[in-house]
């Protein structure tokens, strides 16, 4: 599954139709949950659309990783800490 969707898609489909099907089909997932986030107060997000994009990128590059690793589970285990690094940086500071 790993090789269809993340090595052979890409090359297969062409950059901006793989981009055009990721958008339309996970974009907006990440972009709710994002916006109901912030809503709660869970993080601060002053621009869910430019920022569901990025994160889009960032987990996509970040399963062209593990799948390219010679040691996938510890590639995996470093994306996930790296991704919830990031997440938890959007996150209010005392006070706020």
């Known amino acids: 599954m790993q090789r269809i969707i993340i090595i052979d898609a890409p090359a297969v489909l062409g950059l901006a139709r793989f981009t ?12 709710a949950a994002l916006q109901m986030a912030d809503a709660e ?18 987990l996509t590059r970040g ?13 995996r285990d470093a994306v996930s800490d790296v991704t919830r690094a ?10 706020t």
């Open 20 to 31: 055009e099907l990721d958008e339309r089909y996970a974009f907006a997932a990440i972009s």
């Open 41 to 58: 107060g869970t993080l601060r997000v002053g621009d869910p659309d430019t920022l569901a994009r990025l994160l889009l990128g960032a």
């Open 63 to 75: 399963g062209m990783l593990i799948a390219n690793s010679a040691e996938p589970a510890a590639t």
């Open 86 to 95: 990031m997440l938890a940086g959007l996150a209010p500071g005392p006070g």
